[in-house]
């Protein structure tokens, strides 16, 4: 079998709503904008271009391979952009290290980036898709230490159930969780397909899904719990009122429920926000046609209210 040519970054990542984020965020000259989920960069290299010719961006990923490969791609602005190996979660003092207290705009794109769905053939996968038998992994930040491996064979079957059920929304999630114990007493969980193929067989044929694999909320559930995306995303919601200047743009895209919902009631419950979007804006039938990653996509913007001065 003839192994699959690597693709350039640019070949294989489409950005999600790239005309509504600039339409939002407004880049100008001379604005500071975050990208917290830099990927390969598709979003930043329109962020700089609508702030040319002085705007500034700082990228955070935790992925350090999506960093190099956006370095690549992004070669043209190096003067304008900075990287920061980091979490979202760690805007703080990942903008301390770029010298900024305050920004003009933050992108969130939430979820999987396209490199990590799209590994060539000749790599190690990290666990993030089940077409293919690859490591229970599921790391976005390789520098963390506990993988999707030592989740699945370590925790209890009311935990893993949970898990299933609250961040996979998977209503078979206790009869998985009862299966998955019972066969790792004989043997662990080490790849992808052994977790996509015991979810299979624990869920009876009458209930496995037309539209996805039937172990896609399950796959879901367990990277969110590994990378405690949930989490992250409530602190970036708390820390980035103080980190935008009045009039500042929050746009987050999110690709699931939980995601939203957050996003959603963190916007409402905080009367710093002024809420530019009273429903989701979702993907045109052109974008869902042309990159199907897109489908579920929503993204929600809100600016930030000019600060009360003292009496």
Same mark, same amino acid.
């Given at each position: 079998?003839?192994?699959?040519?690597?693709?350039?970054?640019?070949?294989?990542?489409?950005?999600?709503?790239? !005309?509504?984020?600039?339409?939002?965020?407004?880049?100008?000259?001379?604005?500071?904008?975050?990208?917290?989920?830099?990927?390969l960069?598709?979003?930043?290299?329109?962020?700089?271009?609508?702030?040319?010719?002085?705007?500034?961006?700082?990228?955070?990923?935790?992925? +350090?391979?999506?960093?190099?490969?956006?370095?690549?791609?992004?070669?043209?602005?190096?003067?304008?952009?900075?990287?920061?190996?980091?979490s979202y979660?760690?805007?703080?003092?990942?903008?301390?290290?770029?010298?900024?207290?305050?920004?003009?705009?933050? +992108?969130?794109?939430?979820?999987?980036?396209?490199?990590?769905?799209d590994?060539?053939?000749?790599?190690?996968?990290?666990?993030?898709?089940?077409q293919?038998? !690859?490591?229970?992994?599921?790391?976005?930040?390789?520098?963390?230490?506990?993988?999707?491996?030592?989740?699945?064979n370590?925790?209890?079957?009311?935990?893993?159930?949970?898990?299933?059920?609250?961040?996979?929304?998977?209503?078979?999630?206790?009869?998985?969780?009862?299966?998955?114990?019972?066969?790792?007493?004989?043997?662990?969980? !080490?790849?992808?397909?052994?977790?996509?193929?015991?979810?299979?067989?624990?869920?009876?044929?009458?209930?496995?899904?037309?539209?996805?694999?039937?172990?896609?909320?399950?796959?879901?559930?367990?990277?969110?719990?590994?990378?405690?995306?949930?989490?992250?995303?409530?602190?970036?919601?708390?820390?980035?009122?103080?980190?935008?200047?009045?009039?500042?743009?929050?746009?987050?895209?999110?690709?699931?429920?939980?995601?939203?919902?957050?996003?959603?009631?963190?916007?409402?419950?905080?009367?710093?926000?002024?809420?530019?979007?009273?429903?989701?804006?979702?993907?045109?039938?052109?974008?869902?046609?042309?990159n199907?990653?897109?489908?579920?996509?929503?993204?929600?913007?809100?600016?930030?209210?000019?600060?009360?001065?003292?009496?």
């Amino acid at each position: 079998m003839p192994v699959k040519q690597a693709l350039h970054p640019a070949e294989i990542h489409r950005p999600v709503l790239p !005309e509504e984020i600039i339409r939002f965020l407004a880049p100008r000259d001379k604005g500071v904008y975050v990208d917290a989920t830099l990927g390969l960069g598709g979003h930043t290299e329109r962020i700089l271009a609508g702030s040319a010719p002085a705007g500034r961006v700082i990228a955070f990923d935790w992925d +350090l391979r999506a960093i190099n490969l956006a370095r690549e791609r992004l070669a043209p602005f190096r003067d304008r952009l900075t990287f920061v190996h980091r979490s979202y979660a760690e805007i703080e003092p990942g903008l301390a290290e770029a010298g900024v207290t305050r920004v003009d705009g933050i +992108l969130l794109d939430l979820g999987l980036s396209s490199l990590q769905l799209d590994s060539s053939a000749e790599e190690v996968g990290r666990g993030f898709s089940f077409q293919r038998g !690859e490591p229970l992994d599921m790391r976005m930040d390789q520098r963390t230490t506990r993988t999707a491996a030592e989740l699945i064979n370590n925790a209890t079957e009311q935990e893993l159930a949970d898990i299933f059920y609250y961040y996979g929304e998977e209503k078979q999630a206790r009869r998985i969780a009862a299966h998955l114990v019972k066969a790792r007493k004989k043997n662990r969980f !080490e790849t992808t397909d052994q977790l996509a193929e015991l979810v299979a067989r624990a869920i009876p044929r009458r209930f496995h899904p037309h539209r996805i694999h039937v172990a896609t909320r399950v796959f879901q559930a367990v990277r969110i719990a590994v990378n405690q995306e949930l989490e992250n995303l409530a602190t970036l919601l708390k820390k980035a009122p103080a980190l935008l200047n009045p009039g500042a743009r929050l746009c987050i895209i999110s690709f699931h429920s939980l995601e939203d919902r957050l996003v959603k009631w963190g916007f409402r419950n905080d009367p710093c926000w002024e809420i530019l979007t009273r429903k989701p804006v979702l993907p045109g039938r052109d974008e869902a046609r042309d990159n199907p990653r897109s489908r579920s996509a929503k993204l929600r913007v809100a600016a930030l209210r000019p600060r009360k001065e003292g009496p």
